[in-house]
């Protein structure tokens, strides 16, 4: 019963006019009366922001901060992918024959996470990742390769919360949520960065609209409001960081895993 409830509320509280109401706040200058407690509450490292919270003229200008030159070391071996956030990994594993196997519970086919893409048989045997950001976390998206933009698509939809709760309770949240989706072509083949909204997520904004390249470790977009990314490798190309395993706290730049073939674009 108490799920039930919980599934009720959720679904309640996952409407557009809801997420609209709360994002409007979050821009206000009203709002930033709030940063004190935020930071309290999720225990901020405000020493990593780029300005002092006083300097940020509302909460959602606060939570999208970023962070001062150096804070996040990136790998910058060219054969290495690293996380494009600050993050939990809540899956990790191969993608099998278009599937995502086992995602807290659930399974994820490619072909409703990219929305029937052509591009999906590129992935439909390569790798993923999971990649969920909590209100605590440091909330940019940075590229995980140095690459060029092939396509991007934004799939409207629902925005039930991605954390454990929706995740396990909640039926294919990360297939039916409001999605950006970043192609990129690196040197060994290309990625897909998969972002997903969430609930109270008033959007989910490219850092510059007009960007057809990236440099690894470069600003890609941002989340107004916790989110979950994605992360897709083309079939054959990829193979991960043994250390690394379902639950593991990931920091932006740090290495997820390496590409193992030969440089594909010259």
Known sequence: ??????????????????????GSFAQSGA????????????QIQTHEAE???????????????????GMRPIDTNAEVMTSPVDARITFTGPITSGT?????????????LLNRSPRLEKYTHGYAFVLYLSPTDYHRIHAPVSGTLVEKEHLRGKVYPVNDFGLQHM???????????TYMAHEYG?????????????????TDEQATSWTKGEDLAYFEFGSTVVLLTENGTFEPDPALKLGDMVRMGQRLGSFRHHPKHK
């Open 31 to 42: 709002s930033r009366l709030f940063i004190p407690t935020f930071i309290r509450t999720y």
């Open 51 to 69: 300005q002092d919270w006083k300097e940020y003229r509302s909460l959602n200008a606060y939570f999208t901060r970023k962070l001062k030159a």
């Open 100 to 112: 995502l196997l086992n995602v807290k519970g659930q399974d994820y086919t490619l072909e409703e």
């Open 190 to 206: 290309e990625v897909a960065v998969v972002k997903v909204g969430a609930m109270n997520v008033s959007s989910i904004k490219y």
């Open 1 to 22: 019963m108490a799920k039930q409830w919980l599934r009720l509320m959720t679904e309640l509280s996952s409407r557009k006019w809801v997420c609209r109401i709360v």
């Open 171 to 181: 039926r294919a949240v990360l297939s039916r949520n409001e999605r950006q989706i």
